[in-house]
Structure formats: structure tokens, C-alpha cells
């Protein structure tokens, strides 16, 4: 078992920035931020292999989110600029043990923390 837990969410006014984390109790191979809006499907946002292998990132905010992690910490991060009122969502840390690059679909991951509120208001 894997406990995530998420902390960052905020409001912020559009352009704006934001730092999200995700602590884990555990290192994990494959981590992914997802979000869902109110009425919207829950949609991958970002995933990484390992410490930066397979970067993946959804089209609609490649250029302005950047996914890391620090291994030591088993801590996952997702760094937000230029934010849009779109990208207003409950943001949620998943992972997984397998070793999986570029999935961005909710099946692959086991592992899913609580959410972080994100709000962006123009």
C-alpha cells in the first residue's frame, strides 16, 4: 500500500502560479497528477517513470505545468504557471508500482490521494 497525500492547492488570480506536492509514504515507479472540474471527467494532467523518465503531459497545459519529483523525499511535485481559469479542478496525485510511461488514463494507477483544491479566477 502507497498513502499520498496532497498539499499546494489555492486561489489565484489568472497568470498566476502555483506549487502543487504530493508526499508519499513510499517510493513509487510511476506518478501522475490528475484534475476534475465539477461536472467534467477526472483527466490526467502530467506522469513521470522513475526520477524523469517519460515525461508525459496532456496537450492543453504543455509549457506551463512541469512535473518532478524528489526521490530522496518520495515527494512528487506539479509546478503551474500562467494559469488559466480552465485549470480551475480538484487536482490528484496517483501512482503506481508498474513501470508504465505516458499513461494519462485513470486505470492505470491503484494509488490515488485525497486532492488538492486548485482555483483560478480571471
Known amino acids: 500500500q502507497v498513502q499520498l497525500v496532497e498539499s499546494g492547492g489555492g486561489s489565484v488570480l489568472a497568470g498566476g502560479s502555483l506549487r502543487l506536492s504530493c508526499a508519499a509514504s513510499r517510493y513509487i515507479a510511476t506518478v501522475a497528477w490528475f484534475r476534475q472540474a465539477p461536472g467534467k471527467e477526472r483527466e490526467g494532467v502530467a506522469t513521470m517513470v522513475g526520477s524523469g523518465g517519460v515525461i508525459t503531459y496532456t496537450n492543453s497545459v504543455k509549457g506551463r505545468f512541469t512535473i518532478s519529483r524528489d526521490i530522496e523525499k518520495d515527494t512528487l511535485f506539479l509546478q503551474m504557471d500562467n494559469l488559466k481559469p480552465e485549470d480551475s479542478a480538484m487536482y490528484y496525485c496517483?501512482?503506481?508500482?508498474?513501470?508504465?510511461?505516458?499513461?494519462?488514463?485513470?486505470?492505470?494507477?491503484?494509488?490515488w490521494g485525497q486532492g488538492t483544491q486548485v482555483t483560478v479566477s480571471s
Open positions: 496517483a501512482a503506481t508500482d508498474e513501470i508504465i510511461g505516458g499513461r494519462l488514463d485513470m486505470a492505470t494507477y491503484n494509488y
